[in-house]
């Protein structure tokens, strides 16, 4: 567990074989909190929140790989009162282990859990009064999301969490079967390369980086 910003407050936790950074999402004296990603093994995760005192008013999945979901019914069943958030394009990939992709990897996972909302590009999720945008950033994986922090206030940290779609000095995979590389490309230089370059972004494997970084230095995807 680390954590990565002061306001808002965003801890990453590193979950699983696949080292998946989860994160929590809450503001400095606020008792509520929201959940990005859900991966396996989340009992860590689960207990800091309890710590803390925290009510978890979100779920918000980036995409249904089962590295991000593997740990959902561990967490939902900790926290029955959250909304699970996750892009229309996969909410069959809940309880669909050849989608999910850990029938490939020897270990199926269905998960009970169900989705309580579905995360559309350019809807605005609110927690605490901040305002997080979603876009729909496909390529990855057909419904994968970057939640991108709305603020004008340049005193603040601009913030997006930015799923498997980019990371640092890195790009994510494309050579899934429902993967797209063309698609990721575009998802790359058309919605992330686009945000301001100060904003950091948060990726689902690996260290934070930051928008100007990857769109000067990434040698996949070049600004």
């Excluded at 929201?34 to 309890?50: H, K, L, Q």
């Excluded at 967490?75 to 309880?95: G, R, T």
């Excluded at 301001?196 to 934070?208: E, K, V």
Aim: with cysteine; glycine share 8%; net charge negative.
């Amino acid at each position: 567990m680390a954590e990565m910003t002061q306001t808002p407050i965003i801890e990453r936790f590193v979950l699983g074989p696949y080292e998946t950074n989860c994160y929590t999402v809450t503001e400095p004296e606020h008792p509520a909190c929201w959940i990005v990603d859900a991966g396996m093994g989340p009992a860590g995760m689960i207990e800091r929140i309890n710590e803390q005192s925290l009510k978890v008013e979100a779920i918000v999945l980036t995409h249904a790989h089962v590295d991000h979901i593997a740990g959902l019914d561990e967490v939902a069943s900790a926290f029955p009162d959250a909304p699970v958030y996750l892009h229309p394009s996969e909410h069959a990939w809940l309880n669909d282990p050849m989608l999910n992709l850990s029938a490939a990897a020897g270990a199926p996972i269905s998960c009970a859990t169900g989705v309580t909302h579905a995360l559309e590009d350019g809807m605005t999720l609110e927690l605490l009064g901040r305002h997080w945008k979603i876009l729909h950033t496909p390529g990855h994986s057909p419904g994968g999301v970057t939640i991108d922090l709305q603020t004008d206030d340049d005193s603040e940290q601009r913030v997006a969490f930015v799923g498997d779609t980019l990371f640092a000095g890195s790009i994510g995979r494309s050579d899934f079967p429902t993967s797209d590389e063309a698609m990721l490309h575009e998802s790359i230089r058309r919605r992330l390369y686009t945000l301001d370059d100060s904003t950091a972004a948060l990726p689902g494997h690996g260290p934070p980086t930051s928008i100007g970084h990857e769109k000067a230095t990434n040698p996949f995807v070049r600004g």
